[in-house]
Structures are given as structure tokens and as C-alpha cells.
């Protein structure tokens, strides 16, 4: 399955900036708020170095990682869910991905002016948020006075289906996100059809200066202290930084720039792994001389299940699945002595696949 992710925000916060850092891509970024008028879609590729050390030890004619769709959706204003700005045409798009990157502004420059005229995360975190969830509201609405049509009638389901659009209703009503409403998922299945967007997971960025990417500053304070009872995965990257990273082709200029800078690895790749780990994902490994290829599932689905990844046919004509873990692959560097060695599992439809499992499946239609 592919992963789809929308970048929001409000102008001028370096949404696009990052997307240009993300994804091959080039997007236009400016210094003038609503710069683009459409958004901006790219394909990233899932950093994964397990695919690298298979890869090394097969040498096959190709190499396929997983991949996420990014979004850029252009910036959000006060108004945007009335068609203030140039936002509300865009929220569709917001609708139609898995989980959300909220960009904030964690830094100053006279030279990229704020709409507000001041620098505030939490005065912009709430503007986007109060936003989807006059857009959520709207939906939710909607399908009260249809369900209460239904209800009149003396539909038992459809009097409990109300019973739980108004507790979202008074969840909205006030001012929170539909995805910190606890309920069972019964319940939860009652707005599924809706595509809430404030019922998506969300990720934050907090958007900094390079001389605060490593310890901080008070801006990221200020972001992590207000989402103190959410929870949430807070992120803090140089979107700028990023970029001029993205940039460089040389895999050794890289490594250069991101040890000046105090890094490890680029902040892209911790943002796709908190994607991944936001919507319970996970990936599975094919090998062999052809390609060796990484495939997207969600967390605890079966071998059957997993198989459909691949093709709806293995799916449709499991027999069983041959499994290595990725650990005995690389250590015994050879399917050969995976088997010599005892490693290689033969599974049925119900083996719960993990992350990494090198896979091989058996199938007949």
C-alpha cells in the first residue's frame, strides 16, 4: 500500500521548503505568502538500508524501496474553510491522505515577514486547527440531518449512529480534534464514510533555524508545551538545511554537511519513520537476482494478507510463505545458507508478518 501524506500550514512557514527536501520534485517557494496557488505532489522514496545490504550480497537488476506521496498543500488562513485565501479549494486534498505533516514556524527573519506580522506556533497551530475542524463540523452536520431522516423512521441503528454524531458534534463544538475523541471502534466506524480531517494522525515540525536544530529554542518550548496532553510525535528540522542537503549529489558531501551540522542522518528520514509508525506501517522484503524490493502493510496483517501487497493473485492463491528474517539473512549472507542453516520458515496464512521478514510466497491460481 502506499502511503500518502498532506504538508499543511499557514504561509510563509517553509511547507515548501520542506516538500523541496523531501521530494525530487522542485516546487516554487517565496517570500510572499499564497506563492502557490495549487498543490504541490511528489514521490519520496523510504529511506530503508536493509534494501542496501540485500542488495549488496544479490547484486540484482533493481532495486525498489517503498515509497510515500507528499502533498503540499498551498498555506492556510483565517477563513480558509469559508474560502478566505487561497485554502478551502485544497482541504480535498487534505481529505484524501493517511496522515498529516503540520509545519510550524519556529524561527525568525526579517526577510520572510510573517501574515500575522508576528512570529506565534501556537497562534498558528490553533488558526489550522480551528479550521479543519469548522471544515469536520460541516460534514458532520450533514450526515446528523440525514441520519435523523433515517431515525424519524424508527431505525434503531440510525438513532444509535446520532447518539454518536453528537458526540463528535460536541466534540467539535468544543474546539477539539475529532482524533482525541476516545471511542470503541464500532463507534469510530460511524464517521469512517466522512474522511474528518482532524481525525488524521498528525505529525508536527517545528521549523527552525540552523542554530537551533540541535538544542532548540523557545518556539519549540512554546509547541511542545501547549501539545503536552496530546502527545503527539514533535519533530524539530531545518527545513532550509534540508533542502541544501537534498541538493548535494555526492553521497560523502552529504555525510560532511549533515556531521557540520550535528547530525547523524537527515530530518526527512526520522519524518517518513514517524509517518510509518503514526499509521501502525510496516515493511516486508522480497529478494532475489531480478530486484529486491521493500513492500508496505500495516502492522499485524497476516501472510495471506501481505501477499495481496505484492499481487491480488498471491493473495488470492496462498499456498504458504517461505520467511527469513532479515538478521539470519545478513548473517549467513545467502538464501543457500538460510536453509542449510535451519533459518527458513515455512508458514501458513495466519503468520503474522513482521518488519523486515524477507518473504517468498507460494502460490497457485
Known amino acids: 500500500m502506499a502511503l500518502k501524506c498532506g504538508i499543511i500550514g499557514i504561509a510563509n512557514v517553509g511547507k515548501t521548503t520542506l516538500f523541496n527536501s523531501l521530494s525530487d520534485a522542485r516546487a516554487e517557494s517565496g517570500k510572499n505568502a499564497f506563492t502557490s496557488n ?62 498529516l505533516i503540520h509545519v510550524l514556524r519556529c524561527f525568525d527573519d526579517e526577510t520572510l515577514p510573517h501574515i500575522e506580522g508576528t512570529v506565534d506556533p501556537i497562534r498558528d497551530l490553533e488558526t489550522v486547527n480551528l479550521e479543519l475542524q469548522v471544515k469536520d463540523m460541516e460534514s458532520v452536520d450533514k450526515k446528523i440531518k440525514k441520519t435523523e431522516k433515517v431515525a424519524k423512521l424508527g431505525d434503531k441503528n440510525a438513532r444509535h449512529d446520532l447518539d454518536i454524531l453528537m458526540m463528535y458534534k460536541a466534540h467539535l463544538d468544543a474546539m477539539k480534534p475529532v482524533r482525541t475523541l476516545e471511542l470503541d471502534d464500532l463507534s469510530k466506524s460511524v464517521i469512517k464514510d466522512l474522511f474528518l480531517l482532524s481525525d488524521k494522525p498528525v505529525i508536527y515540525v517545528c521549523n527552525v533555524d540552523d542554530a537551533s536544530l540541535v538544542s532548540g529554542n523557545r518556539y519549540v518550548k512554546m509547541v511542545q508545551e501547549s ?137 497457485n491460481i
Open 38 to 99: 495549487k498543490s504541490n505532489i511528489g514521490i519520496i522514496n523510504v529511506p530503508d538500508d536493509r534494501l542496501n545490504k540485500l542488495a549488496d550480497l544479490l547484486n540484482p537488476a533493481k532495486l525498489t524501496p517503498a515509497t510515500v506521496e507528499i502533498v503540499d498543500i498551498p498555506g492556510l488562513t483565517k477563513g480558509s474553510s469559508q474560502g478566505a485565501g487561497v485554502g478551502n479549494q485544497f482541504l480535498a486534498d487534505i481529505r484524501n491522505t493517511d496522515a
Open 227 to 363: 501539545l503536552a496532553e496530546e502527545k503527539p510525535e514533535i519533530l524539530v528540522i531545518a527545513a532550509r538545511l534540508e533542502a541544501e542537503i537534498a541538493e548535494l549529489e555526492d553521497p560523502e558531501d552529504r555525510r560532511a554537511f549533515l556531521a557540520d551540522a550535528g547530525l547523524t542522518e537527515p530530518g526527512v528520514n526520522r519524518l517518513i519513520r514517524s509517518a510509518y509508525n503514526a499509521l501502525n506501517l510496516i515493511s516486508f522484503l522480497t529478494a532475489g537476482p531480478k530486484e529486491v524490493r521493500a513492500w508496505t502493510i500495516r502492522k499485524g496483517l497476516n501472510a495471506q494478507q501481505s501477499a495481496g501487497a505484492i499481487h491480488s493473485d498471491l493473495e488470492r492463491g496462498f499456498i504458504r510463505a517461505e520467511v527469513i528474517k532479515y538478521a539470519d539473512y545478513i548473517s549467513l549472507r545467502s538464501e543457500h545458507a538460510c536453509k542449510e542453516a535451519g533459518k527458513i520458515s515455512v508458514e501458513g496464512k495466519n503468520y503474522i508478518v513482521q518488519d523486515g521478514d524477507v518473504i517468498f510466497v507460494r502460490f
